[in-house]
């Protein structure tokens, strides 16, 4: 199962699909302070990005998925993109 | 291959070589506000076209090339070499790319990058003056694309470091915004997952909606984000994998400059419009309202004829149309793609659009004011206007096929002979075999006719073989350092289009030679009391059935002495003939294989191969070469080739029962001598034909035929001229001189090099044709 909803915490596994997005922007718009595991993410779903956007839930665990953790993880940690730059420096 | 397109093509290649003509005139007469105007106005009609296909770069690169040109029209600018060298690069590019086109329907991936190098040359010289009008027109000058302003979604800093990044290596990023729409989750797309296949993905950046819902109101399928990325990957790649939304993705090329100017605030206002728009320097300028006419009519005809008109192709439409409306001065808003209101855009364009007061344009144009008349005019997407006769375009393989039916026909025509023959001798009636005559003369006339007909449409000018040569002198004389001009005569002559194509060759090979060895260095030629610039004269005549064409330099000249030494050393001449060679002989032996005087090997000529396969090549073609040079004042070399290889006459003469056929232009003469005027010298039987001992080759020994001349007869001798030697070829019987069509030997019979070919005579026997040089070879080799 990709996503695992706990109280507080979900965690997101391996490859989230357009069929995950409704259950976890059902958790975040009732979770109050929640947070998102996404250690063994492979892949968000637009959709499923989308809704860690508007909801901003803190990242817990950062992928390990290189382009998740170099390309995705600085827009959703950063806000408007100001704090994280790793990946970013031209090689 | 969409009909449009098709076309586009097959105008390019008119428009390519015009440019480069262009180019090189003006470079020779920079101050000609005609060849400027021209050269710029086929550059414009390129780009104009394009438009209409989605090739983003070659818009660009034609509209980089075009804006330089525009400078040097205006007389803002001065075209120097290093500018021509650019230009020429930007069209050759081109050229290159459409040859891809053709084969592939797109532009090769490469391009885009190949693109962006050259363009930052053609800009370079127009960078220079910031403030001058000219900048004013192209707004962006060191830009592949102006920076658009969604390029603030990424953050400053990482901006900043990239500029200066791509800045300090001028290299350039291409930068995308993907805009899905929101309906894209239900059609299973995943905006995310595609970006994530972008190869070498440098940077990506949300694009925020405009307001984020409340939480409640949060519809998680409505694709409210977009995505900006800069990546390393090429156009082609992108293209490919947005392909299916190409609509919703923006691609731009940007570099550091472009980069580091949006840093500065300097944002396009309309960038789309500002990439692709004409030069639009007076909207009243009769030429630019003729294109924007051009343009606008075969806008009209491809949305007319294609009802279904893809997203992209509708994009690129709507975006020459957009450009054409500027061009006319009416900035029209085609937000919308939507194949409606773009032909209703156009057609209010087209027919409203109010002829431009204070120049009118030109009558050509009004006359046209027919609607059908302007489609027809957007098929042909010709601004310049075909004058004169009209020319048909045939494939050249359908002419080569009809020349091998009128071959068939000759064969089967001649067939009819032989049928009068047998009418009369196993059929016993003469008067059969009298109209089986009748008729085939009058069907031998009118073969004739057709042959005559069909070579005479074979006949190119042999403009076509030395167009590429004011190209190739200028190179090379750029390289080597050395001054030349180029004076060419008689490019009108016609011969066959074979003769026409295997003279291209030699001829490089030629010029090459005279460019690399003949001509001096100018500081040579002056201290040999000559003019610096150094020149070389191709010239072109028709001789009866043959063109001759000499190539003529007067540079240093062949030194016979030299060249004998070198022969010798090298093992090709004997000592003896080392002393008594006159210096004629000794500059043709230039000719012999494994010759080179050059002292350095360079990688233009000077291997020892040229004349070698110059003469080699010629000879195939049935001509011959010639040289004759002067130490210090030039060599001419003189090529001698049938105006047509289509139809070969050969000489028919039996050996031990068996047909030969012998080229014709090779027989000097056919006699008979009693047997015992044959006389041996040194092994080899003679005959002495007025005053003159002629060495006599038993063609049947040279070929292995076991034939014994009957002793009472008289010997029959063809005498031949190879090389301007003469030579005996003792032979069984003489028959008559016919016209064949050659057939080169070919599979099991390659190896066959006594043998130039095959023909079918009319009575259905095969008659193999002799290679003279190699059947001399053989009994040489024999005796």
Same mark, same amino acid.
């Given at each position: 199962?990709?996503?695992?909803?706990?109280?507080?915490?979900?965690?997101?596994?391996?490859?989230?699909?357009?069929?995950?997005?409704?259950?976890?922007?059902?958790?975040?718009?009732?979770?109050?302070?929640?947070?998102?595991?996404?250690?063994?993410?492979?892949?968000?779903?637009?959709?499923?990005?989308?809704?860690?956007?508007?909801?901003?839930?803190?990242?817990?665990?950062?992928?390990?998925?290189?382009?998740?953790?170099?390309?995705?993880?600085?827009?959703?940690?950063?806000?408007?993109?100001?704090?994280?730059?790793?990946?970013?420096?031209?090689? | 291959?969409?009909?449009?397109?098709?076309?586009?093509?097959?105008?390019?290649?008119?428009?390519?070589?015009?440019?480069?003509?262009?180019?090189?005139?003006?470079?020779?007469?920079?101050?000609?506000?005609?060849?400027?105007?021209?050269?710029?106005?086929?550059?414009?009609?390129?780009?104009?076209?394009?438009?209409?296909?989605?090739?983003?770069?070659?818009?660009?690169?034609?509209?980089?090339?075009?804006?330089?040109?525009?400078?040097?029209?205006?007389?803002?600018?001065?075209?120097?070499?290093?500018?021509?060298?650019?230009?020429?690069?930007?069209?050759?590019?081109?050229?290159?790319?459409?040859?891809?086109?053709?084969?592939?329907?797109?532009?090769?991936?490469?391009?885009?990058?190949?693109?962006?190098?050259?363009?930052?040359? *053609? !800009?370079?010289? &127009?960078? %220079?003056?910031?403030?001058?009008?000219? +900048? @004013?027109? $192209?707004?962006?000058?060191? =830009?592949?694309?102006?920076?658009?302003?969604?390029?603030?979604?990424?953050?400053?800093?990482?901006?900043?470091?990239?500029?200066?990044?791509?800045?300090?290596?001028?290299?350039?990023?291409?930068?995308?915004?993907?805009?899905?729409?929101?309906?894209?989750?239900?059609?299973?797309?995943?905006?995310?997952?595609?970006?994530?296949?972008?190869?070498?993905?440098?940077?990506?950046?949300?694009?925020?909606?405009?307001?984020?819902?409340?939480?409640?109101?949060?519809?998680?399928?409505?694709?409210?984000?977009?995505?900006?990325?800069?990546?390393?990957?090429?156009?082609?790649?992108?293209?490919?994998?947005?392909?299916?939304?190409?609509?919703?993705?923006?691609?731009?090329?940007?570099?550091?400059?472009? *980069? !580091?100017?949006? &840093?500065? %605030?300097?944002?396009?206002?309309?960038? +789309? @419009?500002? $990439?692709?728009?004409?030069? =639009?320097?007076?909207?009243?300028?009769?030429?630019?309202?003729?294109?924007?006419?051009?343009?606008?009519?075969?806008?009209?005809?491809?949305?007319?004829?294609?009802?279904?008109?893809?997203?992209?192709?509708?994009?690129?439409?709507?975006?020459?149309?957009?450009?054409?409306?500027?061009?006319?001065?009416?900035?029209?808003?085609?937000?919308?793609?939507?194949?409606?209101?773009?032909?209703?855009?156009?057609?209010?364009?087209?027919?409203?659009?109010?002829?431009?007061?204070?120049?009118?344009?030109?009558?050509?144009?009004?006359?046209?004011?027919?609607?059908?008349?302007?489609?027809?005019?957007?098929?042909?997407?010709?601004?310049?206007?075909?004058?004169?006769?009209?020319?048909?375009?045939?494939?050249?393989?359908?002419?080569?096929?009809?020349?091998?039916?009128?071959?068939?026909?000759?064969? $089967?025509?001649?067939?009819?002979?032989?049928?009068?023959?047998?009418?009369?001798?196993?059929?016993?009636?003469?008067?059969?075999?009298?109209?089986?005559?009748?008729?085939?003369?009058?069907?031998?006339?009118?073969?004739?006719?057709?042959?005559?007909?069909?070579?005479?449409?074979?006949?190119?000018?042999?403009?076509?073989?030395?167009?590429?040569?004011?190209?190739?002198?200028?190179?090379?004389?750029?390289?080597?350092?050395?001054?030349?001009?180029?004076?060419?005569?008689?490019?009108?002559?016609?011969?066959?289009?074979?003769?026409?194509?295997?003279?291209?060759?030699?001829?490089?090979?030629?010029?090459?030679?005279?460019?690399?060895?003949?001509?001096?260095?100018?500081?040579?030629?002056?201290?040999?009391?000559?003019?610096?610039?150094?020149?070389?004269?191709?010239?072109?005549?028709?001789?009866?059935?043959?063109?001759?064409?000499?190539?003529?330099?007067?540079?240093?000249?062949?030194?016979?002495?030299?060249?004998?030494?070198?022969?010798?050393?090298?093992?090709?001449?004997?000592?003896?003939?080392?002393?008594?060679?006159?210096?004629?002989?000794?500059?043709?032996?230039?000719?012999?294989?494994?010759?080179?005087?050059?002292?350095?090997?360079?990688?233009?000529?000077?291997?020892?191969?040229?004349?070698?396969?110059?003469?080699?090549?010629?000879?195939?073609?049935?001509?011959?070469?010639?040289?004759?040079?002067?130490?210090?004042?030039?060599?001419?070399?003189?090529?001698?080739?049938?105006?047509?290889?289509?139809?070969?006459?050969?000489?028919?003469?039996?050996?031990?029962?068996?047909?030969?056929?012998?080229?014709?232009?090779?027989?000097?003469?056919?006699?008979?001598?009693?047997?015992?005027?044959?006389?041996?010298?040194?092994?080899?039987?003679?005959?002495?034909?007025?005053?003159?001992?002629?060495?006599?080759?038993?063609?049947?020994?040279?070929?292995?035929?076991?034939?014994?001349?009957?002793?009472?007869?008289?010997?029959?001798?063809?005498?031949?001229?190879?090389?301007?030697?003469?030579?005996?070829?003792?032979?069984?019987?003489?028959?008559?001189?016919?016209?064949?069509?050659?057939?080169?030997?070919?599979?099991?019979?390659?190896?066959?090099?006594?043998?130039?070919?095959?023909?079918?005579?009319?009575?259905?026997?095969?008659?193999?044709?002799?290679?003279?040089?190699?059947?001399?070879?053989?009994?040489?080799?024999?005796?």
């Amino acid at each position: 199962m990709p996503l695992e909803l706990h109280e507080a915490t979900a965690t997101l596994t391996d490859v989230v699909t357009v069929d995950e997005v409704e259950p976890l922007a059902a958790w975040l718009r009732a979770t109050e302070k929640p947070k998102v595991n996404l250690r063994r993410c492979n892949h968000l779903h637009t959709g499923a990005l989308q809704a860690l956007l508007l909801f901003r839930p803190k990242i817990s665990s950062a992928p390990a998925n290189a382009f998740l953790a170099e390309q995705v993880l600085p827009l959703l940690a950063g806000g408007n993109g100001t704090a994280s730059r790793q990946g970013s420096e031209p090689p | 291959m969409n009909p449009l397109l098709a076309q586009f093509l097959a105008e390019a290649a008119d428009l390519l070589t015009s440019v480069d003509e262009g180019l090189l005139q003006l470079e020779r007469d920079p101050g000609d506000p005609e060849l400027v105007n021209e050269v710029f106005r086929a550059a414009h009609t390129f780009k104009g076209s394009s438009g209409l296909f989605d090739f983003p770069e070659l818009t660009r690169l034609t509209h980089a090339a075009e804006d330089l040109l525009d400078a040097v029209r205006g007389g803002k600018l001065d075209l120097d070499s290093g500018m021509t060298d650019d230009l020429l690069a930007a069209f050759d590019l081109i050229r290159g790319w459409l040859a891809h086109v053709t084969q592939h329907e797109r532009l090769p991936a490469s391009a885009g990058a190949d693109a962006a190098i050259l363009i930052t040359k *053609l !800009r370079g010289p &127009l960078g %220079g003056d910031a403030t001058t009008p000219v +900048v @004013e027109k $192209a707004p962006i000058v060191h =830009v592949i694309a102006p920076p658009p302003e969604w390029l603030s979604h990424f953050e400053q800093e990482w901006l900043d470091a990239t500029a200066t990044w791509l800045t300090t290596t001028s290299s350039t990023l291409r930068f995308a915004r993907y805009l899905p729409d929101e309906g894209c989750f239900f059609r299973a797309e995943d905006p995310l997952h595609l970006i994530s296949q972008v190869p070498a993905l440098a940077r990506i950046a949300v694009v925020p909606p405009d307001e984020w819902p409340s939480p409640d109101d949060y519809d998680e399928y409505a694709c409210l984000i977009g995505f900006v990325l800069a990546t390393r990957a090429g156009h082609g790649e992108l293209d490919h994998l947005f392909r299916y939304v190409p609509d919703q993705v923006e691609v731009v090329e940007l570099d550091g400059d472009a *980069l !580091r100017r949006f &840093l500065n %605030g300097e944002v396009a206002p309309e960038p +789309v @419009e500002a $990439a692709d728009a004409p030069v =639009v320097d007076d909207p009243q300028d009769p030429a630019v309202v003729e294109d924007a006419y051009a343009i606008l009519a075969a806008a009209q005809t491809s949305l007319r004829d294609q009802q279904e008109v893809g997203g992209v192709r509708l994009a690129s439409i709507a975006h020459s149309i957009a450009s054409a409306a500027a061009a006319l001065g009416d900035i029209s808003e085609l937000s919308d793609l939507n194949a409606e209101q773009l032909t209703e855009t156009v057609n209010r364009l087209l027919g409203s659009t109010p002829a431009p007061p204070a120049a009118p344009p030109p009558p050509a144009l009004i006359e046209r004011s027919a609607p059908e008349e302007r489609i027809d005019r957007g098929r042909a997407d010709d601004p310049g206007g075909q004058v004169g006769t009209k020319i048909l375009k045939v494939d050249q393989e359908k002419v080569d096929h009809l020349m091998e039916l009128v071959g068939e026909l000759n064969v $089967a025509k001649n067939g009819l002979t032989f049928l009068a023959d047998s009418a009369e001798e196993e059929f016993g009636s003469r008067v059969l075999s009298r109209r089986i005559k009748d008729q085939y003369s009058g069907l031998h006339r009118i073969a004739e006719e057709l042959q005559a007909a069909v070579m005479d449409v074979r006949m190119l000018p042999l403009s076509v073989a030395f167009s590429r040569f004011p190209r190739l002198v200028r190179d090379l004389s750029r390289r080597l350092g050395k001054n030349i001009e180029l004076v060419m005569e008689g490019e009108d002559t016609m011969a066959d289009k074979d003769v026409i194509e295997a003279l291209a060759d030699p001829l490089v090979h030629l010029v090459r030679n005279s460019l690399d060895h003949g001509i001096e260095l100018p500081d040579e030629r002056t201290a040999a009391g000559k003019p610096p610039q150094a020149r070389i004269t191709l010239s072109a005549v028709a001789d009866g059935d043959a063109v001759v064409v000499e190539i003529a330099d007067d540079g240093r000249g062949i030194d016979p002495v030299k060249v004998k030494r070198k022969a010798y050393e090298k093992g090709l001449i004997s000592e003896e003939e080392l002393e008594s060679m006159g210096d004629q002989e000794a500059v043709e032996l230039v000719f012999r294989a494994g010759f080179s005087t050059a002292d350095q090997v360079s990688d233009l000529s000077g291997r020892g191969v040229g004349m070698d396969a110059v003469r080699a090549s010629v000879e195939k073609l049935g001509g011959t070469v010639t040289m004759k040079s002067e130490l210090g004042t030039g060599s001419v070399t003189r090529l001698r080739l049938p105006l047509s290889m289509a139809v070969t006459q050969v000489m028919v003469v039996s050996v031990a029962g068996q047909r030969f056929g012998i080229p014709v232009d090779l027989v000097v003469e056919t006699v008979r001598v009693p047997g015992g005027e044959i006389g041996r010298v040194l092994h080899q039987d003679v005959v002495v034909l007025r005053g003159e001992v002629v060495p006599v080759i038993d063609l049947a020994a040279a070929l292995r035929m076991p034939w014994t001349p009957d002793e009472n007869d008289d010997r029959r001798i063809l005498i031949v001229s190879l090389h301007g030697q003469r030579v005996g070829l003792l032979v069984e019987q003489f028959h008559r001189e016919v016209d064949v069509i050659l057939k080169p030997m070919e599979g099991l019979l390659a190896y066959a090099d006594e043998f130039s070919g095959t023909a079918l005579l009319g009575d259905g026997l095969v008659l193999l044709v002799l290679n003279m040089k190699e059947v001399l070879g053989l009994a040489a080799r024999a005796a």
